[in-house]
Nanobody
Framework: QVQLVESGGGLVQPGGSLRLSCAVSGSIFRLATMGWYRQTPGTQRELVASITSGGITNYADSVKGRFTISRDNAKKTVYLQMNSLRPEDTAVYYC????????WGQGTQVTVSS
């Protein structure tokens, strides 16, 4: 059974940085497209960034130039490096694996506040 476990969330001041990690169990990781999404109360979950099995990345306009998604196939982990964080980046961040099926992690809270 494939499982995703996110970590790295927390409280950070505006302008600060955080790195989120999503560890995946199972051999499907290498062939899967991985994505980071975020959600605030009362809103729909939105795509933040994604990376294909071949390393092609895609970013929401709101995070371009500030966030970087990467993956380590040997560790079966996808990362989201978040720099120059803003209060509007506050959300629960979710990791998603897509390979014929979609599997979500449990989410990790990111709060940007002074």
């Amino acid at each position: 059974q494939v499982q995703l476990v996110e970590s790295g969330g927390g409280l950070v001041q505006p302008g600060g940085s955080l790195r989120l990690s999503c560890a995946v169990s199972g051999s499907i990781f290498r062939l899967a497209t991985m994505g980071w999404y975020r959600q605030t109360p009362g809103t729909q979950r939105e795509l933040v960034a994604s990376i294909t099995s071949g390393g092609i990345t895609n970013y929401a306009d709101s995070v371009k130039g500030r966030f970087t998604i990467s993956r380590d196939n040997a560790k079966k982990t996808v990362y989201l490096q978040m720099n120059s964080l803003r209060p509007e980046d506050t959300a629960v961040y979710y990791c998603k694996l897509a390979r014929g099926l979609e599997i979500w992690g449990q989410g990790t809270q990111v709060t940007v506040s002074s």
